[in-house]
C-alpha cells in the first residue's frame, strides 16, 4: 500500500487528503449543522428539574417550560407504571434525562430527529416534544430507556452479536405499555388485523432485522399486543429473561409457536365490530418502508410549506406543496396535512384546488350518487370517509351550510360512521344552527394556527360568558381548554356550568366525562376527579374507555398513596 519511492510519497499522499478532510469537516461538523454533540444541546435545555429516577430537561423561558409540572407528573407516573408491569427492581431501573423540546424545529435543530420522538438506550436519553398529558407516548419512550440495563449489549437494546437490533422485541414491549389511544385497544387493533389476512408469521417479527420488513403500524401493533398478552398472563419476569437474552423455552418453559398460540386463543375471545375491521384496513394496509416513497422527501416538503405558512408566503407553500405531492405520488396522509395547512393560514382556494387534486374521484370510477362521487374510489372505505369529512369542513368554513351539512349525514348514515362518529356528532349539532362564526368553525373542525391560540380562546370564552354561544360549542371549547395547562382553571369553570347530559352527544358522554376527570386531577381536585370517574363507570363503556377509566384511576391512587413524587417543590436547577 504504501510503496516505495516517488510513486509511494504520491500514494501516501493521496491517502492523507482525505482522512485530513474528514477530521477537519468532523470538527467543524456541530458549526455546520451535520453533526449533533452534547454540549450545545444541554446548553440550550439548561433548565433542570431533578424527580425520583428522572431528570426533565428544558430551554428556560421557553414553551415547554410552562408545561413542566404537568410532564412531571405524566414521566413519574409512566415510570412507575412501566416498572410494575415489567417487575423492575430501582436497582435494574437507571435514572433517565427527559429532553423535552419546544417544538419540532428546536428538536431537528440540536439533535436531527424532527417529528419522531426518539430513545437513546445507550445513554439512556430520551427526545420528545409533544407535551399534552396524559401522553401514553412518554410510556413507550421510558420502556426503552428504563430496560436498558437488562440486556448486555452495549447499545441497551436486545441484540444479536451485539450491534444487530431485535426490533420484535425491542417494539413489542414499549407499545405493550401503550394505553387508551386511538378507537380501539392495541389487543382489539391484532384481532382485526389478523382476520383481514394482514397480520405477518409472528416468528418472522421477532427475528432480528426481518422487523422492518413489514408495514410499521402493523408489527409495532403485532408485537405490542404479543408482549401486552404475556405481561397480562406471566408477568414481567419471565420477559425480562427474553429482553436479556434468554430463549423463549428457557424463560417461559414452551417455545414461541406455543406462546402465540396461546395470544391467538385470547384474541379469539375478543368482538370486534365491522367499524373495527374498516377502520384496521385503512390504518393497516400501507407498505412497508422500502417500499413506500421515501417519507424524508415529504417530511422535508412539509417542514417547508409550515415555515412558508408561517410567513404568509402562499406561492412558496403552493411550490412546497406540490413538490411533496408529487415526491411521494400524492400521498394520502401527506396530502390531508397540506390540505389542512391550506385552511389554517385562511388559503381556503388553495384548500379546495389541493383536495380535488390529490383525492378528487378518477374517471375509471363507476358512478356514485351524492357526496361520495367525489372520493377517489382506489381509497378505502375509512379513508375515503376521513377525506370526504374534511371536504365537508371546507364547505363549512366557506359558509356553504347546507352542502356541509348533506356530506356530514351521509357520512352518519355510512358504513365508517365508527371511524368518525367521535368528531362528526359535534360537526352535525352545529352545523344546523347556521349562525356559527369562523372561529366558532375552526375550533370545531380543529383548523387554527397555534400561535393563534390564546386570541381564539379569550374571543369564544368572552361570546359564551355572554350567553352567544350552543351549549356544544362551550363544551368542546371547554375540553380544548383542559389540554392547556394555563386555559384549564378556565376550562373546568366553563363546564361547570353546563349541563353535560343534554350538551353531549350520548356515543360522546363517557370520553367527556373523562376529559374532564383529567382536568380536575391535572388540577389537583382528586376529589372531582373520582367523581368524574363513578359517572363513567355507570355508563356504558368500550374496551378502550375502561382502559382510560382504570389507567386515570391506577394515577389517583399512585398519587395518593405516598409513590407519588408530585414535583410541587422539584429541585430546579438553571444552569448558565
Not at 448 to 455: A, L, T, V
Amino acid at each position: 500500500f504504501w510503496g516505495r519511492g516517488s510513486e509511494g510519497v504520491v500514494r501516501r499522499k493521496a491517502f492523507l487528503v482525505p482522512l485530513l478532510g474528514a477530521v477537519v469537516l468532523l470538527g467543524l461538523g456541530p458549526r455546520l449543522g451535520f453533526v449533533s454533540t452534547a454540549f450545545p444541546l444541554e446548553a440550550e435545555l439548561s433548565l433542570q428539574v431533578q424527580l425520583n429516577g428522572v431528570v426533565l430537561r428544558a430551554t428556560p423561558g421557553g414553551r415547554a417550560e410552562k408545561r413542566l409540572e404537568r410532564l412531571a407528573d405524566e414521566v413519574q407516573f409512566r415510570r412507575y407504571q412501566v416498572m410494575e408491569l415489567f417487575e423492575l427492581t430501582p436497582d435494574e431501573a437507571p435514572e433517565v434525562t427527559v429532553f423535552v423540546y419546544d417544538s419540532p424545529w428546536q428538536k431537528e435543530r440540536l439533535m436531527g430527529a424532527h417529528r419522531t420522538s426518539i430513545t437513546k438506550p445507550w445513554r439512556r436519553e430520551i427526545h420528545i416534544h409533544a407535551h399534552e398529558t396524559p401522553n401514553s407516548l412518554i410510556a413507550h419512550e421510558l420502556v426503552h430507556a428504563l430496560l436498558s440495563k437488562i440486556p448486555d449489549s452495549p447499545l441497551g437494546i436486545p441484540a444479536r452479536l451485539w450491534l444487530l437490533p431485535e426490533a420484535g422485541l425491542i417494539e413489542g414491549a414499549a407499545v405493550a405499555v401503550e394505553r387508551a389511544g386511538g378507537r380501539y385497544t392495541t389487543h382489539e387493533w391484532a384481532r382485526a388485523v389478523r382476520d383481514l389476512g394482514l397480520r405477518p408469521p409472528l416468528p418472522d417479527l421477532m427475528k432480528g432485522m426481518a422487523f422492518w420488513s413489514y408495514p410499521g403500524p402493523v408489527a409495532y401493533n403485532t408485537c405490542g399486543s404479543f408482549v401486552r398478552f404475556l405481561l397480562e398472563r406471566y408477568g414481567g419476569s419471565s420477559f425480562k429473561k427474553v429482553y436479556g437474552g434468554a430463549s423463549w423455552s428457557q424463560a417461559y418453559g414452551k417455545s414461541l409457536e406455543t406462546l402465540a398460540a396461546e395470544w391467538d386463543g385470547y384474541l379469539d375471545q375478543l368482538e370486534v365490530d365491522a367499524g373495527a375491521m374498516e377502520y384496521a384496513r385503512f390504518l393497516f394496509s400501507q407498505k412497508s418502508v422500502f417500499e413506500r416513497s421515501c417519507p424524508y422527501v415529504g417530511g422535508r416538503c412539509l417542514k417547508r410549506a409550515y415555515m412558508a405558512a408561517s410567513s404568509g408566503d402562499v406561492p412558496a407553500l403552493f411550490g412546497a406543496t406540490k413538490m411533496g405531492l408529487r415526491a411521494t405520488n400524492e400521498e394520502p396522509n401527506l396530502a390531508r396535512a397540506f390540505v389542512d395547512l391550506a385552511i389554517i393560514v385562511g388559503e381556503l382556494e388553495l384548500a379546495r384546488d389541493l383536495w380535488v387534486a390529490a383525492f378528487l374521484r378518477g374517471p375509471t370510477c363507476d358512478s356514485v350518487s351524492g357526496p361520495w362521487s367525489l372520493v377517489d374510489c382506489r381509497f378505502s372505505q375509512a379513508l375515503g370517509a376521513v377525506v370526504l369529512m374534511r371536504w365537508g369542513d371546507l364547505l363549512w368554513l366557506a359558509g356553504e351550510d347546507g352542502k356541509a351539512a348533506e356530506v356530514y349525514e351521509t357520512l352518519w348514515e355510512g358504513e365508517s360512521r365508527q371511524v368518525l362518529e367521535h368528531v362528526l356528532s359535534w360537526r352535525l349539532q352545529l352545523v344546523s344552527t347556521g349562525d356559527l362564526d369562523e372561529d366558532s368553525r375552526r375550533l370545531v373542525c380543529g383548523l387554527w394556527h397555534p400561535r393563534e391560540s390564546d386570541g381564539l380562546f379569550r374571543a369564544l370564552l368572552e361570546r359564551t360568558g355572554e350567553g352567544q354561544e350552543p351549549e356544544p360549542l362551550t363544551v368542546l371549547l371547554g375540553l380544548t381548554l383542559l389540554k392547556r395547562p394555563d386555559w384549564t382553571l378556565q376550562g373546568l369553570s366553563l363546564l361547570s356550568h353546563v349541563d353535560l347530559d343534554k350538551a353531549v352527544p350520548e356515543a360522546q358522554r363517557v370520553d367527556v366525562l373523562l376529559e374532564v376527570a383529567y382536568g380536575h386531577y391535572f388540577a389537583g381536585d382528586l376529589k372531582g376527579a373520582g367523581e368524574y370517574l363513578e359517572q363513567c363507570g355507570r355508563l356504558k363503556t368500550s374496551r378502550l374507555q375502561e382502559e382510560a377509566i382504570a389507567d386515570l384511576a391506577q394515577r389517583r391512587r399512585w398519587h395518593t398513596s405516598g409513590v407519588s413524587l408530585h414535583p410541587s417543590n422539584p429541585v430546579v436547577e438553571n444552569q448558565e
